[in-house]
Protein backbone atom coordinates (compact mmCIF):
# COMPACT_ATOMS: atom_id res chain seq x y z
CA UNK A 1 0.00 0.00 0.00
CA UNK A 2 2.72 2.25 0.59
CA UNK A 3 4.13 1.80 -2.61
CA UNK A 4 1.36 2.64 -4.23
CA UNK A 5 0.60 6.35 -2.20
CA UNK A 6 4.04 7.12 -3.19
CA UNK A 7 3.89 5.96 -7.01
CA UNK A 8 0.39 8.46 -6.72
CA UNK A 9 1.97 10.75 -5.36
CA UNK A 10 4.98 11.03 -7.83
CA UNK A 11 3.06 10.47 -10.66
CA UNK A 12 0.67 13.96 -9.93
CA UNK A 13 3.99 15.67 -9.26
CA UNK A 14 5.58 14.44 -12.48
CA UNK A 15 1.95 15.59 -14.07
CA UNK A 16 2.39 19.25 -12.32
CA UNK A 17 5.80 20.05 -13.91
CA UNK A 18 4.76 18.65 -17.45
CA UNK A 19 1.71 20.70 -17.69
CA UNK A 20 3.02 23.99 -16.53
CA UNK A 21 2.10 27.44 -17.86
CA UNK A 22 3.61 30.68 -17.70
CA UNK A 23 2.38 34.02 -18.30
CA UNK A 24 4.05 35.90 -21.12
CA UNK A 25 3.78 40.18 -21.23
CA UNK A 26 4.72 43.02 -23.15
CA UNK A 27 4.82 45.79 -24.83
CA UNK A 28 6.01 45.73 -29.03
CA UNK A 29 6.74 49.61 -30.00
CA UNK A 30 8.36 51.15 -33.10
CA UNK A 31 11.48 52.70 -33.21
CA UNK A 32 10.10 56.12 -31.76
CA UNK A 33 8.95 53.79 -28.51
CA UNK A 34 5.41 54.47 -29.88
CA UNK A 35 3.21 51.32 -29.00
CA UNK A 36 2.14 49.60 -31.99
CA UNK A 37 -1.99 47.78 -31.84
CA UNK A 38 -2.71 44.61 -33.67
CA UNK A 39 0.86 42.71 -33.50
CA UNK A 40 0.85 39.34 -33.51
CA UNK A 41 2.69 37.72 -31.13
CA UNK A 42 3.14 34.11 -31.65
CA UNK A 43 4.49 30.99 -29.84
CA UNK A 44 7.27 29.64 -32.45
CA UNK A 45 6.25 26.80 -34.69
CA UNK A 46 2.64 26.85 -33.06
CA UNK A 47 -1.18 28.54 -33.36
CA UNK A 48 -0.61 30.06 -29.62
CA UNK A 49 -0.24 33.33 -29.49
CA UNK A 50 -2.23 36.82 -29.17
CA UNK A 51 -2.23 40.32 -31.35
CA UNK A 52 -1.26 43.33 -29.14
CA UNK A 53 -3.90 46.06 -27.73
CA UNK A 54 -3.97 49.76 -28.87
CA UNK A 55 -0.90 50.90 -26.68
CA UNK A 56 1.22 48.17 -27.99
CA UNK A 57 0.67 45.77 -24.17
CA UNK A 58 0.21 42.20 -24.70
CA UNK A 59 -0.61 38.88 -22.27
CA UNK A 60 -0.72 35.83 -23.29
CA UNK A 61 -0.56 32.10 -21.51
CA UNK A 62 2.04 29.52 -23.02
CA UNK A 63 3.60 26.34 -22.29
CA UNK A 64 6.35 26.13 -19.88
CA UNK A 65 8.79 25.32 -22.43
CA UNK A 66 8.17 27.74 -24.40
CA UNK A 67 11.66 29.65 -25.37
CA UNK A 68 10.46 31.85 -28.75
CA UNK A 69 7.83 33.67 -29.79
CA UNK A 70 7.01 35.60 -32.89
CA UNK A 71 6.42 39.06 -33.42
CA UNK A 72 4.87 40.53 -36.97
CA UNK A 73 3.04 43.16 -38.35
CA UNK A 74 2.70 44.47 -41.95
CA UNK A 75 5.23 47.43 -42.46
CA UNK A 76 7.83 46.02 -39.68
CA UNK A 77 10.45 43.11 -40.27
CA UNK A 78 9.69 39.89 -38.25
CA UNK A 79 11.41 39.32 -34.84
CA UNK A 80 11.85 36.18 -32.89
CA UNK A 81 12.17 37.13 -29.02
CA UNK A 82 13.80 34.52 -26.66
CA UNK A 83 11.71 34.60 -23.29
CA UNK A 84 14.37 35.24 -20.75
CA UNK A 85 12.88 37.52 -18.83
CA UNK A 86 9.09 39.21 -18.24
CA UNK A 87 8.20 42.03 -19.50
CA UNK A 88 9.32 41.22 -23.03
CA UNK A 89 10.25 44.92 -24.18
CA UNK A 90 10.15 44.70 -28.07
CA UNK A 91 11.29 47.49 -30.80
CA UNK A 92 10.39 46.23 -34.96
CA UNK A 93 11.94 48.16 -37.47
CA UNK A 94 10.36 49.35 -40.61
CA UNK A 95 10.67 47.62 -43.55
CA UNK A 96 11.08 50.43 -46.56
CA UNK A 97 10.01 49.29 -50.12
CA UNK A 98 9.64 51.53 -53.10
CA UNK A 99 6.40 51.71 -53.92
CA UNK A 100 7.18 53.27 -57.72
CA UNK A 101 8.21 49.37 -58.71
CA UNK A 102 5.34 47.56 -57.60
CA UNK A 103 1.57 47.73 -59.36
CA UNK A 104 -1.53 46.81 -57.91
CA UNK A 105 -3.64 44.95 -60.29
CA UNK A 106 -7.18 43.31 -59.56
CA UNK A 107 -5.93 39.57 -59.28
CA UNK A 108 -2.20 40.57 -57.57
CA UNK A 109 0.42 42.69 -57.46
CA UNK A 110 3.56 42.53 -60.35
CA UNK A 111 6.53 44.28 -60.85
CA UNK A 112 6.25 47.39 -62.85
CA UNK A 113 9.07 45.98 -65.03
CA UNK A 114 6.89 42.91 -65.69
CA UNK A 115 3.22 44.22 -66.49
CA UNK A 116 3.07 44.63 -70.18
CA UNK A 117 -0.47 46.26 -71.58
CA UNK A 118 -2.29 49.60 -70.75
CA UNK A 119 -1.53 51.21 -67.59
CA UNK A 120 -2.81 54.79 -66.53
CA UNK A 121 -1.17 56.61 -64.30
CA UNK A 122 -2.50 59.26 -62.04
CA UNK A 123 -0.40 61.73 -59.73
CA UNK A 124 -2.08 62.54 -56.17
CA UNK A 125 -0.48 66.49 -56.61
CA UNK A 126 -2.80 66.64 -59.40
CA UNK A 127 -5.82 66.51 -57.20
CA UNK A 128 -5.01 69.40 -55.46
CA UNK A 129 -5.63 71.75 -58.42
CA UNK A 130 -9.06 70.86 -59.85
CA UNK A 131 -12.31 71.86 -57.80
CA UNK A 132 -13.90 68.16 -57.80
CA UNK A 133 -16.27 66.51 -55.23
CA UNK A 134 -15.84 62.44 -56.09
CA UNK A 135 -12.69 60.87 -57.29
CA UNK A 136 -14.03 59.28 -60.19
CA UNK A 137 -14.34 63.48 -61.27
CA UNK A 138 -10.98 63.26 -61.20
CA UNK A 139 -10.12 60.31 -63.17
CA UNK A 140 -12.90 60.72 -65.59
CA UNK A 141 -10.27 61.56 -68.63
CA UNK A 142 -7.20 60.87 -67.18
CA UNK A 143 -7.46 56.73 -66.91
CA UNK A 144 -9.91 54.40 -68.19
Known amino acids: MKKIVTLFFAFFAMANIIAQTKTVTGKVSNEKG ?41 GFTAKEVA ?36 ISSVKAGDIDNQPIVRIEQFLQGRAS
Open 83 to 118: ITGLPLIITLTSSVFNMDEVVVVGYGTQKKSVVTGA
Open 34 to 74: DGLAKVSVMVKGTQTGTTTDETGQFTFTVPGATKTVVITSL
